[in-house]
DNA sequence: GCAAAAGTGTTCCAGATACACCCATGT
DNA sequence: ACATGGGTGTATCTGGAACACTTTTGC
């Protein structure tokens, strides 16, 4: 193993598939491209790994970038390597995914007067580059996470209904559950306590709101 | 996002753990480093990405130039980045890793005098670079993957004992298993099937052998 | 009073666990 | 005959799934 030459390099990327629950729905966030390859059309947000800066810093500065949000949860997520992914050359993506509450949506689209916005999952056109499939990827992974995990919390604000809760599960695996048993399901998880506050939200009776107990963190389970 | 110089471009590898069950152990393929960076230490193998070669055949042919040995199941596992993990500047390292059965351990270390061998995991001396960091994901990774798949099966001959297949199970979890829960268990995976041949290994009851139905399939359960 | 979402328990089933003895062979 | 690993069944426990009615509010 002999170093091999920088000509023959490949440019290092990351890319960021950030779900959020917004309008009733799974949607993530994307960015319209300024110049080519794939000109005019929408992307994951991302960049070039710098010179001194760890992958997972570089993921959440691209985030940051775009969006202006941060401490997320952000987790990597697989790497695409395909000798032809990019057409300017070889280039390899670390993707990541990141999971942000409905609250921390301060999209700042004015800054750098790029086209960023969010689009339903289930109703997305075609990306640039190999980032359908990053999509793909990660909303598979968030799924199978569920299942395991206290990840779906990450989703949530500070003060939350379980109904809110259930939709975050419902929209993502894309099933209906049934009420009673997901509610005893999340609360024997231990990770979510009940406030004194109630949310008055329509004419029919107050929702009552819980809170994460553990922020943050997120818990392998089963 | 504009293109990046070359000159800041990090170099990219691939490195791959490489499992196997020998002498009643899960053992791992190392490499010796014939030169620095950590000259003489032991190493996982691995090398740079080549111009027009995916992440995938880029592991496959670090495996294979290392043991001669193709064809068996590899996944990548996670990528690693950090800026100072290579002391000779930048690199970006997409580790694999990769199930051997016993069978197939044709090591050819005379092809290039490498010094290569086989390691207990639970004796691991400290490795190049990251590479016991590499090793440690890779074995949560497979222990995690024993409950909800057949991986396991990757391990295995063409015929083989019950027996073996729980040491299988066995050494990767580190736990005993209860030999009644375990045949019950696997055979109703529906993925091996019982053989008329039977194995005479010493002075007691000779072990049936099976058969995997779907060599080089992995599936998903539960 | 009625529409609309919030809230609440019990029964049932399937899969996991715990557990002990006989079998076939080599020496 | 005895030591050694191979092979087998049942009772129990536990977590998931199915399922319907009452409560509180706004209008």
Tied chains: 1, 2.
Excluded: C
């Amino acid at each position: 193993m002999t170093r091999n030459p920088r000509s023959s390099r490949p440019a290092v990327t990351t890319n960021v598939v950030v779900f959020t629950l917004r309008d009733d729905k799974l949607k993530l966030l994307l960015v319209r491209r300024r110049s080519d390859p794939y000109k005019g059309m929408w992307a994951l947000p991302g960049g070039y790994v710098e010179a001194d800066e760890d992958l997972d810093d570089s993921a959440m500065r691209a985030l940051e970038d775009s969006t202006g949000v941060a401490g997320v949860y952000l987790e990597q997520l697989y790497t695409f390597g395909a000798p032809d992914r990019d057409p300017r050359g070889r280039s390899i993506s670390v993707a990541y995914y990141a999971l942000v509450p409905s609250e921390k949506l301060q999209l700042r689209t004015a800054s750098d007067s790029e086209a960023i916005g969010w689009f339903a999952l289930d109703e997305l056109e075609p990306l640039a580059f190999d980032h359908n499939e990053m999509v793909h990827v990660a909303h598979q992974r968030l799924a199978a996470k569920l299942a395991y995990s206290t990840i779906a919390l990450q989703f949530m604000p500070q003060k939350f209904t379980l109904s809110e809760l259930q939709k975050v599960y419902e929209r993502i695996l894309n099933e209906k559950l049934d009420k009673r048993n997901f509610r005893k399901r999340v609360l024997a998880l231990d990770q979510i306590d009940q406030t004194q506050e109630v949310r008055r939200n329509g004419s029919h009776r107050p929702a009552r709101l819980y809170s994460v107990r553990n922020p943050g963190e997120v818990q392998i389970i089963r």
